[in-house]
């Protein structure tokens, strides 16, 4: 993300030591999950106290169970899909339209494309008033479809612009996802891509 469209524009919050769920502003995290069903209640407990904030909006990049299933399961948790998304607090998005280009056999985007699409999410957000964001990928998706060289370089490249956005990014990643592409050791690999990793 450039930053160049993210500064001096909406509403300012005197808050810079701002976080979420102990995950400080401007961190690029990983989480590394075995279960699903856990998994779903870590990020969605994430994307409900970003939404309980004024000044935070929402970007959810659904991984296997797509758009549908994530509003679907969200709806399930407790959160009103429909209001939120009426609200522009949230975007839910599919991983593979995020990042891949359509097509018989699927190929990945420019990595500045993908950088361009975050601060274009941002820069409409912020226009509808909200100055913070939550970022969360099922980065795993990618592994999964063999992207295996690319989502490292997404990964690097994320961890370097990062620091000039306001937001929460949290990449998950399927454990045995991971395995079977041939990465037993997935928290080493990850901690190297990421700030940190949460649990």
């Known amino acids: 993300m450039s930053g160049s469209t993210l500064q001096g524009r909406g509403k300012q919050f005197d808050s810079p030591d701002r976080d979420l769920g102990g995950i400080s502003i ?3 995290v990983a989480y590394i999950f075995a279960d699903s069903a ?3 209640q870590r990020l969605f407990q994430l994307v409900d106290e970003s939404l309980q904030d004024p000044s935070v909006a929402v970007l959810y990049i659904a991984g296997k169970q797509g ?8 709806k399930d948790y407790g959160i009103d ?3 939120t998304e009426r609200q522009r607090k949230i975007r839910i998005v599919d991983s593979d339209e995020w990042y891949l280009v359509a097509g018989k056999t699927p190929s990945f985007k420019p990595i500045g ?13 912020q226009q509808a008033g909200y100055y913070y964001f939550t970022i969360i990928s099922e980065t ?3 592994v999964r479809k063999g992207f295996f060289k690319q989502y490292r370089e997404l990964e690097t490249e994320l961890g370097r612009k990062l620091a000039l956005f306001r937001a929460v990014f949290v990449c998950a990643y399927d454990e045995r996802e991971l395995s079977a ?4 050791d997935a928290r080493s690999d990850l901690t190297s891509l990421h700030s940190s990793i949460i649990e």
Do not use: T
Not at 67 to 74: A, L, P, T, W
Not at 113 to 125: G, H, L, P, T
């Open 113 to 125: 494309k993908i950088r361009d699409q975050f601060s274009e999410f941002a820069d409409v957000e």
């Open 81 to 83: 899909v429909g209001a």
């Open 181 to 184: 592409k041939g990465l037993p």
């Open 67 to 74: 758009v549908k299933g994530i509003r679907f399961s969200m």
């Open 26 to 28: 401007g961190s690029h």
């Open 140 to 142: 795993d998706s990618l």
């Open 38 to 40: 856990v998994k779903q």
